[in-house]
């Protein structure tokens, strides 16, 4: 007899659970120190500002178009593709990989709270359901690259009904939860899993306290979700 399937088994595909998952992850660095910077003719920018942003573009393309073409060349071989199964495009300031499974970005910007740096962000998505993100060649590829995982719930709820639900919990449940005054996010834990859970209404973000290639994000997502599951409450159950 053939056993059930298990719910809490990590999937092949991840859009057996959720829809419009991303992947992301940011880093950044001072901009004097991108290889278009010349100290004797450019300024640090001082604020974030349109024409700050575009001079950025300008002088961070070195760097940019070296990245994604390595990861172009990377992603060819580790995954197999052939030439019309991905295509790389760079603009200023923005990359675009495109493949049969997924598309990668990456897009520099003046850092907000300090423009004297650039914030580098890497973003993975339109992940195709046939694409097996457990996969040791995802693992090789991805591994390191993102901490954080974003998808939209199942069913809208709001911030306050999810804050009464685990409050509800009694005192021995895993799950924790923190919010501002004004109720317009929530943030939730659960004991084991390196990752906090950011709830503002709409969008569900897994904000990992270290960078883990696709699989292993998912791996932590599942063992989040087990625990929402086990709470019983139709309130957090529907979130995922």
């Known amino acids: 007899m ?3 399937p298990d719910d809490n088994a990590a999937p092949r595909s991840a859009a057996g659970f959720l829809s419009e998952i991303r992947l992301s992850a940011s880093t950044g660095g001072p901009i ?8 004797n003719v450019h300024t640090v920018p001082g604020a974030d500002t349109p024409a700050t942003n575009a001079f950025l573009a300008k002088i961070c393309d070195t760097e940019l178009r070296a990245e994604s073409e390595a990861f172009f060349q990377k992603t060819r071989e580790t995954l197999g593709y052939k030439r019309r199964e991905l295509t790389l495009h760079s603009a200023t300031g923005h990359a675009l990989l495109q493949t049969r499974d997924f598309a990668l970005e990456w897009q520099y910007a003046i850092a907000p709270d300090c423009p004297a740096h650039y914030r580098r962000s890497l ?4 992940i195709s359901p046939a694409a097996d993100i457990s996969s040791a060649p995802w693992d090789t590829l991805f591994s390191g690259l993102f901490d954080h995982l974003e998808f939209l719930p199942n069913q809208p709820h709001s911030v306050e009904a999810v804050i009464d639900a685990v409050e509800a919990l009694p005192p021995t449940s895993p799950l924790r939860i923190d919010y501002p005054s004004d109720c317009h996010t929530c943030t939730l834990s659960v004991s084991g899993v390196p990752a906090e859970v950011v709830f503002s209404g709409h969008l569900l973000t897994m904000q990992f306290s270290s960078p883990g290639s696709p699989g292993e994000l998912f791996e932590n997502f599942l063992r989040l979700r087990t625990a929402f599951s086990l709470s019983r409450s139709t309130t957090l159950n529907a979130l995922f």
Do not use: A, E
């Not at 973003?123 to 339109?126: A, D, E, R």
């Open 2 to 4: 053939t056993p059930p």
């Open 123 to 126: 973003l993975l998505h339109s």
């Open 32 to 39: 004097k120190k991108l290889s278009g910077f010349k100290k």
